[in-house]
């Protein structure tokens, strides 16, 4: 996908579905509506998971209160970010496969995801070899929180914040996102998983042409990493993709 396109996401009650009476007032799902490169899906809210009133909704998303304001920014946030990498790894805005991992990453825990990666060979050099993931969970208490919560505004924060106090980085935002990308890929081996019990077969099959082969290919170069053999990332994927 050569051209670039913004992503936009809004929360709306979606009053096309059959409502839910509560003491006789209509009631509904919250959903999000997720807008770029001239298409748009609708996902259902993970933050919002209840039934909402008309009134209801809009007090919170209305609301002038922080933490209303968090749990709207996280969620907007988190699919955002998702976007973002799905889209940029598939090279196309695949709403299927968005949604379905959008879902997934409410599952993983962060404090499974391991400590090194393999986008630290390129961008960030010997420098970065003492960063430990488990010190950022211990620092900020966060044993409990996923890869959803992890994708959230605030943790983002923390997580940049993080980086810039212990490894003193100048690029932050493009380091961030490196590390983004690369817990992201530490988590297809389980998405797989999860897809393959659905017996979703286009998700399946997306998975399989699209990721399998890249998937292999970074745990290459984070062995790479280790043995110390930096070199750019062109190089090393040309590397082993001869």
């Known amino acids: 996908m050569s051209k670039t396109s913004k992503i936009t996401v809004k929360h709306f009650l979606n009053t096309n579905l059959k409502p839910y009476l509560i003491n006789g007032v209509k009631h509904y799902s919250i959903y999000l509506l997720l807008v770029a490169f001239r298409q748009n899906t609708k996902v259902k809210s993970i933050t919002f998971n209840e039934y909402y009133s008309e009134e209801n909704f809009n007090e919170i998303f209305n609301s002038t209160d922080d933490f209303d304001k968090d749990l709207i920014n996280n ?21 299927a496969f968005i949604t379905a991992y959008f879902k997934y990453c409410t599952t993983v825990s962060i404090s499974n995801l391991n400590e090194y990666y393999y986008l630290t060979t390129a961008k960030i050099q010997d420098d970065l070899i003492d960063f430990n993931l488990r010190d950022f969970i211990l620092e900020n208490n966060i044993h409990q929180k996923t890869l959803f919560n992890y994708f959230g505004n605030t943790m983002q924060k923390q997580f940049q914040n993080y980086l810039k106090k212990n490894l003193k980085v100048k690029d932050l935002e493009n380091i961030t996102m490196l ?22 077969s286009y998700l399946i099959d997306k998975y399989d042409k699209s990721f399998y082969l890249i998937s292999n290919i970074k745990q290459k170069i984070n062995n790479d990493y280790f043995t110390k053999k930096h070199g750019t990332d062109d190089e090393i994927f040309n590397k082993y993709l001869k």
């Open 179 to 200: 590390f983004n990308t690369a817990y992201f890929y530490e988590s297809l081996e389980g998405f797989k998983e999860s897809i393959s019990k659905t017996k979703n």
């Open 75 to 95: 969620e907007i946030n988190a699919i955002t970010l998702i976007s973002e990498i799905v889209t940029k790894e598939l090279k196309e805005f695949d709403t």
